[in-house]
């Protein structure tokens, strides 16, 4: 090798060494120096504080929500424990939520890197909902206590009252039925807002699923009283839709009418699809497609051209045209770390138009790069 | 696309850059003096085959495989389209009746069946919801709504179990903590669902095996603060904790990639905020340590898709126009390879084992159209396995624009710290190297030089 290509070489290599260096001494990665470790989220309600000789020990209430049975666990705190907010110190009855060192041995103590303290404990705001099969009822046959299992998930527990919606309102909830259910949060636990009972029809299977149509009425029969059957006429094919008395129907239904359809398929006894609605939305007619309903949410999709100041508008570009929306306190952002920036990133969504011409954003997703 | 563009694809980027060959040949050489003890083959991809051909932009790819099947669905406008191999022909792609949203997501039923879920706008309740059709004797079937919930429904990802049991998840997106929910179907049954317990976060990812199943997602351990990538499973017994998979507090983890080894550990690849792609796996005393494969410094990498293929995890990701893998990210990771490369832009990598390779899909953007799908299959690398030679340090960006780097540990050792002990990827063989081809480990890419 002659000594210039040994040169060479050597100024290579060191640019090499360099340029490794700081590239991967940039990763964001904590390189720590275990091989396997079970690091643990813990969020529950803080049941008990008590001080050892090796420092502060948290008792965690984790069953707090309702959906799953959790036992307690218990956290210590240690001098390299991080709490967040700095200053405030753990108490009983404060949520709090921990990235905690699973122990070694079962039943031992989890030991807290970090201790998120949020503040007493407020009932959850958002309500719960859920799907499943009924696997036990108050002794009352309605009011009272219902759980619904939802296989591979967890069990779900709440009061239905006279206040609660049940439909089909002729139909008398058992064991073994699948149901629907929302309900709100109380002090004392979920109370059921809305429960859609799906008995299994003349022995068919419980596979009564829930479908959407969206297409034009056809059909509509003049006497719609009691059950009727209107034609849904779609882009790929038409469907029969049975209407009975709990149907809700939003709109004047008419021939030639875009509408909306949310309907129970199931089979009958002889083995073909039934269709029955569970509302059906007025959405439009032909001549306007879209625009039927003052209140349709308009979808939106291009690229963010431009950010507001504040935040409190994008610039959305599409083919040419600038659409500019608002993003309010209600707007659902998907797919945008915090604190990052959506200029030049793709999004599509939907937003509502405003009496004063704006469009509100209701749900922006930012598409993956 | 065009004929001559595919072939161009085919063979990568660099055939074009003229000024390099000669640098890259004393980087080669370099690496070749550097490596030494290491050998494998990085195998050429075969010819990308566009799988759309549409008009409109074709995006957000997602693939199962069932045996010598595939199906691959997209989104185009507010459309779900797809297209299946059958016989190991492509055929053409078509709409999925009734479906219209985005993100689909695919899996394969043990009978062969197809299932796709994807996120949509409900015109009835006017929020987005989740729904489900599945392709059984040729036909698609209904789209049914899955969600049905009050609030937004997005992100949805699916897997079936070897018993038939379908599990779908997604973020539920409500005001107080956007939160994952699951579905599940048994065969013959109707869908049941609720949200999953202690998994506030979003970006859902659901494997299966057995009677098990695993879930990840993206949670911000102090509100307002970067996500974490969490993930639990679920046995007979219940659920168990969720464990923190990712390890960089201050910059966000997202877009988990999840899949089962053959003994049904989980593993995860995601993206870190700054560009790098995570890897880390679940071994019985928790999950190792996070390594990174790729430097953001070098290449800047789309969210990843991890594929396990027996006991091997490869990992494909989209950089601003190329689709690249590398191949056994746990052990020994392979030079990456190229599976595709496009004028203006890829994006949207999926990936998962097909025969002794991978069956890779991404969005390829030309000149000339809005985008369109593609899919190439890639073989395993032929990886003759000695020993990594950890040194203080081994690679550098050689071509401005092209090269990547991994930071390969040994495998299942305590994790180095950065400056210890950095691999060399694994060299092709002498007696393997095809010829016209010079393995770069210090750019981790087979270039084939113009002649």
């Known amino acids: 090798m002659t000594p210039l290509r040994t040169k060479c070489m050597t100024v290579l290599a060191f640019a090499l060494t360099l340029a490794l260096t700081l590239g991967m001494t940039s990763s964001a990665f904590a390189q720590d120096d275990r091989a396997a470790s079970r690091r643990v989220v813990l969020s529950g309600v803080i049941s008990d504080v008590a001080t050892t000789a090796d420092g502060v020990v948290l008792t965690l209430d984790r069953g707090e929500r309702d959906e799953d049975p959790a036992d307690d666990v218990t956290i210590q705190l240690t001098a390299d424990t991080r709490i967040s907010p700095p200053g405030v110190e753990p108490a009983v009855d404060v949520r709090a939520r921990a990235v905690a060192m699973a122990p070694a041995d079962e039943g031992g103590a989890f030991t807290a890197l970090v ?87 003349d022995g068919q299977g419980g596979g009564r699923d829930t479908v959407e149509l969206n297409g034009t009425v056809t059909g509509l029969p003049a006497d719609r009283s009691g059950d009727y059957v209107l ?139 | 696309m065009s004929a001559v563009a595919h072939q161009r694809a085919a063979r990568g980027s660099l055939s074009g850059r003229r000024a390099a060959p000669l640098v890259l040949f004393l980087l080669g050489l370099l690496g070749l003096l550097a490596g030494g003890l290491l050998s494998a083959v990085a195998a050429q991809p075969e010819q990308p085959v566009n799988l759309s051909r549409t008009l409109g932009p074709s995006e957000e790819p997602a693939v199962a495989t069932s045996g010598a099947d595939a199906l691959v669905s997209w989104t185009e406008g507010e459309q779900i389209w797809h297209a299946r191999r059958v016989a190991g022909a492509w055929l053409p792609a078509a709409p999925i009746p009734g479906a219209v949203g985005s993100t689909p997501a695919v899996a394969a039923a043990p009978d062969g069946t197809f299932h796709v879920a994807w996120s949509g706008f409900s015109l009835v309740d006017e929020n987005y919801e989740i729904y489900h059709s599945h392709l059984s004797g040729g036909a698609w079937n209904l789209p049914e709504t899955v969600s049905g919930t009050v609030s937004d429904s997005v992100e949805p990802d699916i897997a079936a179990r070897t018993d038939g049991t379908l599990l779908l998840v997604w973020t539920e997106l409500e005001a107080e903590q956007p939160h994952i929910v699951a579905a599940t179907q048994a065969p013959g049954a109707g869908w049941s669902s609720g949200p999953v317990p202690d998994a506030d976060g979003t970006t859902p990812a659901v494997a299966a095996s057995g009677a098990e199943w695993h879930l990840a997602w993206s949670q911000a351990i102090e509100p307002g603060q970067a996500t974490e990538v969490v993930a639990m499973h679920r046995t007979a017994a219940g659920w168990g904790l969720p464990e923190v998979v990712s390890s960089s507090p201050a910059v966000t983890s997202s877009d988990a990639s999840l899949v089962l080894d053959a003994s049904g550990s989980p593993a995860i690849a995601w993206l870190e905020g700054d560009g790098h792609i995570g890897f880390s796996r679940r071994l019985p005393g928790g999950w190792t340590a996070p390594r990174a494969l790729v430097s953001a410094t070098l290449a800047a990498p789309g969210s990843p898709a991890l594929a396990a293929s027996g006991d091997r995890f490869d990992v ?30 890829a994006r949207g990598a999926a990936v998962l084992p097909d025969g002794d390779g991978l069956l890779v899909v991404a969005e390829g953007r030309e000149d000339t159209d809005a985008g369109d799908i593609y899919a190439v299959r890639v073989p395993a690398p032929d990886v003759e396995v000695p020993t990594s030679t950890p040194i203080a340090t ?58």
């Not at chain 1, 967890?154 to 309900?183: H, K, N, W």
């Not at chain 1, 006429?233 to 709990?246: F, M, N, S």
């Not at chain 2, 390969?408 to 180095?416: F, H, K, V």
């Open chain 2, 394 to 451: 081994s690679t550098a960006e050689a071509t401005g624009t092209t090269a990547s780097t991994t930071a390969t540990p040994t495998p299942e050792t305590p994790a180095p710290s950065p400056e210890a002990t950095m691999t060399v990827p694994a060299l092709p063989s002498p007696t393997t190297v095809p010829p016209g081809l010079i393995y770069l480990p210090i750019t981790l890419r087979a270039v084939r030089i113009a002649r």
């Open chain 1, 115 to 201: 201790l998120v303290l949020k503040g007493r404990p407020q009932p959850p705001q958002r309500p719960l909902q859920a799907c499943g099969t009924i696997t036990a009822l108050p002794a009352s046959g309605r009011d009272g206590d219902w759980t619904i299992s939802v296989p591979d998930v967890a069990d779900y527990t709440f009061a239905v009252s006279a206040q609660t919606r049940i439909t089909p309102r002729d139909v008398e909830p058992a064991i073994g039925m699948r149901s629907c259910f929302l309900a709100r949060p109380t002090d004392a636990g979920w109370a059921a807002q809305n429960v859609v009972l799906k008995p299994a029809r």
């Open chain 2, 316 to 345: 494909a990701w989209a950089g601003a126009t190329d689709v690249n893998v590398l191949f056994d990210v746990a052990d020994t990771p392979s030079a990456a390879v190229m599976a595709m490369s496009f004028a203006r832009r």
């Open chain 1, 231 to 369: 034609t849904i006429q779609g882009a790929d094919a038409a469907h029969d839709v049975l209407v009975t008395p709990d149907t809700e129907v939003e709109g004047d239904l008419a021939d030639g009418v875009r509408v909306a359809v949310r309907a129970l398929r199931s089979t009958d006894a002889a083995g073909n699809e039934v269709l029955t609605a569970q509302k059906i939305r007025v959405v439009g007619r032909p001549s306007t497609p879209g625009r039927g309903h003052s209140q349709a949410p308009v979808r939106v999709e291009g690229v963010v051209t431009e950010v507001a100041a504040d935040g409190t508008s994008w610039s959305i570009a599409h083919e040419g045209t600038t659409t500019v929306v608002t993003i309010g306190d209600e707007t659902h952002i998907v797919g945008l770390a915090a604190g990052a920036s959506p200029l030049d990133r793709e999004v599509e969504g939907r937003a509502l138009a405003q009496p004063d011409g704006t469009l509100l954003a209701k749900t922006l997703r930012v598409k993956r790069n």
